[in-house]
């Protein structure tokens, strides 16, 4: 059995409208290669209004943001022209690479009649061979995510990427990892399948499990021990639990970030700011 090397708690900070918890990065957990940041936004509801609440456009380059919704409807629009709407069980995976611009936030239909959003927003590092690629987008609609039931129906799960419960996720990676959204229902318990990587991660929107002797609750990530032959952890689920299993290979190359850039050098870092303050990476 894979066993729990640490526990994170997600503090709670705003990011345009939205109120997110922030359990990567934190002080204890710099990186988890290649898992850079995870933002857990809601669930949050809002009132009904004409003017509709959004993340203004900005760039990056060097690394993957990727956009799991759990509740709500997002609108997404970027320098590449494309527009999209991601609803709940869906996916949004952005290739920054060599540099894009996006804005996002609720759908002016959720913003007209009001409701609730939750998502996680997950940074993914780019290897150095791949930070200066095409910028690529990527819209995963719950129809195409394959559905996964274990524990007797327990956990109601779908894959992402990568490969999990005998299925394959439909997302395009540029590194080898698995990503896996979904529900546990209070009182499943059993062996519950994990990645094959030496990085694993488990994030808990809401709920709680118990784990290697550990009750785990909501806003808590976890992450397993290196050991990639290991592929299995005993679970009891406590109390009904919204879930991000995320297992990756790491990258192992020297990360520099700041702000929305993420790079492997200082000087590609103020190249990434002379480039936007350029225009080079189009406009939304």
Request: proline share 7%.
């Amino acid at each position: 059995m894979r066993t729990i090397q640490h526990i994170t708690t997600g503090f709670a900070s705003h990011v345009g409208p939205l109120t997110i918890h922030q359990p990567l990065p934190v002080s204890s957990l710099r990186i988890a290669d290649p898992f850079l940041l995870l933002h857990h936004a809601g669930p949050q509801r809002f009132d009904p209004t004409d003017e509709v609440p959004r993340i203004d456009a900005h760039p990056h380059k060097g690394f993957e943001p990727v956009t799991f919704v759990f509740d709500g409807t997002v609108l997404h629009r970027d320098s590449l022209g494309n527009t999209g709407i991601i609803g709940a069980n869906e996916v949004q995976w952005i290739t920054s690479g060599s540099g894009i611009i996006h804005e996002e936030g609720p759908t002016p239909e959720l913003a007209r009649s009001g409701g609730s959003l939750e998502l996680v927003q997950l940074w993914i590092n780019l290897p150095a061979s791949k930070k200066l690629m095409k910028p690529a987008y990527q819209e995963l609609h719950s129809e195409i995510l394959p559905h996964v039931t274990l524990l007797d129906g327990a956990v109601q799960a779908r894959v992402v990427a990568g490969e999990w419960g005998g299925q394959s996720g439909p997302a395009v990676t540029q590194t080898p990892l698995t990503a896996v959204m979904g529900t546990m229902m209070e009182g499943g318990s059993g062996i519950l399948p994990l990645p094959a990587y030496e990085t694993v991660l488990l994030y808990i929107l809401g709920g709680s499990v118990t784990i290697d002797g550990h009750h785990v609750h909501e806003h808590q990530l976890i992450q397993f021990d290196n050991k990639a032959e290991s592929t299995e952890v005993a679970i009891t689920v406590d109390a009904d639990v919204r879930f991000l299993l995320l297992g990756g290979r790491p990258i192992n190359e020297p990360v520099m970030s700041y702000g929305p850039f993420v790079m492997n050098t200082e000087d590609e870092i103020r190249t990434a700011f002379n480039e936007y303050a350029s225009g080079a990476y189009g406009h939304v």
